[in-house]
């Protein structure tokens, strides 16, 4: 056997223990993790810490001076240190951007009205299929889940596959302003191909007779994280860019998102057009179902580490956990919104993740569904 830093060291690439010259002093850096210049490599709270270049780094003086170690980023080039830099002061960062935004759709949509969700609210899964089985021949539980009504999650999205004429509805979304659909990042590019097609304002697609008022959309751009490589969870989100703006209605609003990074008491709400079984038929009605949130200690407990999927663990910076026995979603909500219960006195729904991995067997095994933080 040969130390990793015997010879990585030379070209001052991938090393255990690595060394840097930051203001004059030395410290080591104990990391392999490469990421991208600019992108973040920690998060305390509200303070996020990016990859800089040690020299662009005034927080690395301070960090030292207190006997702390700052970790490596990369190497760009034989002289250039990319280091993980603390935030010189206390940051609300790019959060401040979805509050702003939130705060004009309220003002602009949700005037005179008073909206509030029920404690006792679950969430079902709702999807294209060519199944002979529809919401009205299933049980009301779908993974614990119940219908939902008409213009209740106006946010919700379907995200469409193949031609125009023979689209198939595989995945969800949610809607978070005029041009943009979120959703996971796997869903960008699926064996049934790349997804094309947004829907939103629909309540039960196998009909035209339901209170519905769909608006139907093309994807001209899909803007993927680019820390994300599949088939690895981390980083599963995407944004879907619409080839034109929807129009706002009682059917049609956008979510407004969560921006705190606290550990979430309580229960959610996920929302999809998935399966209501691990191997059963998909609904045609929208579904929700309501998810106990774990704390993000038990979260990393039960999912583990996944060869492949997540080798390194789950990312409590990143994903959340919710659900329990009998309660999950299924294949076929990938990409769906995770809200709150409670939304107050607003007519928006206030989404806190993104639907992206969970147990093959939903809502039996003892882990439970997997969300990327909004």
């Known amino acids: 056997f040969i130390s990793r830093c015997g010879c990585v060291c030379v070209v001052m690439l991938k090393c255990v223990l690595l060394s840097a010259e930051v203001d004059g002093q030395w410290v080591h850096v104990p990391s392999d993790k490469h990421k991208e210049e600019n992108e973040e490599c920690r998060r305390e709270g509200e303070n996020v810490w990016l990859c800089k270049r040690d020299k662009d780094c005034p927080g690395a003086r301070k960090v030292l001076q207190s006997g702390g170690k700052l970790v490596s980023c990369f190497w760009k080039?034989?002289?250039?240190?990319?280091?993980?830099?603390?935030?010189?002061?206390?940051?609300?960062?790019?959060?401040?951007?979805?509050?702003?935004?939130?705060?004009?759709?309220?003002?602009?949509?949700?005037?005179?009205?008073?909206?509030?969700?029920?404690?006792?609210?679950?969430?079902?899964?709702n999807q294209k299929s060519t199944s002979k089985y529809n919401a009205s021949t299933l049980p009301l539980s779908s993974i614990g889940g119940k219908l939902?009504?008409?213009?209740?999650?106006?946010?919700?999205?379907?995200?469409?596959?193949?031609?125009?004429?023979?689209?198939?509805?595989?995945?969800?979304?949610?809607?978070?302003?005029?041009?943009?659909?979120?959703?996971?990042?796997?869903?960008?590019?699926?064996a049934y191909g790349l997804a094309r097609w947004v829907r939103l304002g629909d309540l039960d697609i196998s009909t035209d007779k339901d209170d519905a008022r769909p608006q139907q959309f093309e994807i001209i751009e899909r803007i993927v994280h680019s820390g994300y490589k599949a088939p690895?969870?981390?980083?599963?989100?995407?944004?879907?860019?619409?080839?034109?703006?929807?129009?706002?209605?009682?059917?049609?609003?956008?979510a407004c998102l969560h921006t705190g990074m606290a550990d979430l008491t309580g229960v959610g709400i996920a929302t999809g057009w998935g399966r209501n079984e691990s191997n059963g038929p998909t609904s045609s009605s929208l579904v929700k179902v309501d998810l106990k949130f774990l704390s993000s200690e038990e979260c990393q407990r039960v999912v583990g580490t996944v060869e492949r999927y997540l080798p390194a663990g789950l990312d409590t910076q990143t994903m959340l956990c919710a659900g329990e026995p009998g309660k999950d979603t299924c294949q076929g909500d990938s990409g769906g919104p995770l809200m709150l219960t409670d939304r107050g006195n607003s007519c928006l729904n206030r989404q806190v993740g993104v639907t992206s991995f969970g147990p093959k067997n939903c809502g039996m095994a003892p882990a439970p569904g997997a969300y990327v933080r909004v």
């Open 77 to 125: 080039n034989s002289t250039t240190h990319i280091i993980c830099c603390p935030p010189v002061k206390p940051v609300r960062n790019r959060d401040t951007v979805s509050e702003k935004k939130c705060a004009e759709f309220q003002k602009r949509l949700c005037q005179h009205q008073v909206y509030g969700f029920s404690k006792q609210y679950t969430s079902q899964v």
């Open 148 to 190: 939902s009504k008409a213009k209740e999650f106006p946010s919700m999205a379907l995200i469409g596959y193949d031609e125009e004429q023979s689209i198939s509805w595989q995945c969800g979304g949610s809607l978070i302003s005029e041009r943009f659909v979120l959703s996971a990042a796997h869903c960008s590019l699926t």
């Open 232 to 254: 690895a969870f981390y980083n599963d989100i995407v944004l879907f860019r619409l080839d034109r703006a929807a129009v706002f209605d009682e059917y049609v609003r956008p």
